[in-house]
């Protein structure tokens, strides 16, 4: 009434006018909580029958159709378009966490104190060992790894890892009997067959050799 007289409209115009939602209270929050909370003890001491009991199966399904269509008609609206913005914003955080739940679970369930303590216990082994192991792709595995070890994880785990320990080595022998500084130095002597090419020559991985250049950068590895 305040809103009809004040400004010749009804709350509905209002709503629109401004870009609030079907449902936006024109009260203050603290009345509107208050209302709301007064309707939830009323119901639970039997006062307010609940709209089952109000409405019969027509008039609730009459009541949805307008609900939708009034649904889609604010849908543009700034203030639902906020409020569905929060929605998903609060419902993806909410997955990551009881994903992240479920993962601190599975690693307690593999004798590790959580899913961190998990990912640095295993940075020797091969992902897909430790995917194996967790029931996850290698693809999680990976991820997680760069998470918690940081971009240098692949060296991380090298150096712990006897086989690709040794893999370098023999890499250090043959760039050292070749007169190979650094990789660079490697992909010049081969010309255009380029990364592939010093691969071939060593008898090694492309892949394999540009961990092992990231592994002697300085600050890398075990010296």
Not at 14 to 43: N, T
Not at 160 to 172: G, K, S, T, V, Y
């Amino acid at each position: 009434m305040h809103l009809h007289r004040g400004e010749d409209m009804t709350p509905d115009d209002y709503r629109e006018r401004h870009g609030l939602a079907a449902g936006h209270p024109l009260v203050s929050p603290e009345l509107s909580d208050r209302w709301r909370e007064q309707a939830r003890a009323r119901h639970a001491r039997g006062e307010l029958a609940s709209i089952a009991q109000r409405q019969s199966p027509e008039e609730r399904r009459a009541a949805g159709r307008s609900g939708n269509t009034r649904h889609v008609a604010t849908a543009p609206r700034p203030e639902v378009r906020a409020i569905h913005r929060a929605t998903i914003v609060k419902g993806r955080s909410q997955a990551h966490a009881n994903k992240r739940a479920a993962l601190e679970a599975l690693a307690r369930g593999l004798g590790h104190s959580g899913w961190e303590s998990f990912i640095r216990d295993t940075a020797q082994l091969s992902l897909h060992e430790v995917g194996r192991r967790a029931g996850r792709d290698p693809r999680t595995i990976a991820y997680w790894r760069r998470k918690i070890l940081g971009d240098g994880w692949v060296t991380a785990g090298a150096r712990l890892q006897p086989r690709r320990a040794a893999a370098f080595a023999r890499l250090d022998a043959e760039f050292a009997a070749r007169g190979w500084g650094d990789l660079a130095a490697a992909r010049r002597a081969v010309g255009r067959r380029g990364l592939k090419g010093v691969a071939a020559e060593v008898g090694s991985t492309p892949s394999t050799l540009l961990a092992w250049e990231e592994h002697r950068r300085p600050g890398q590895g075990s010296g």
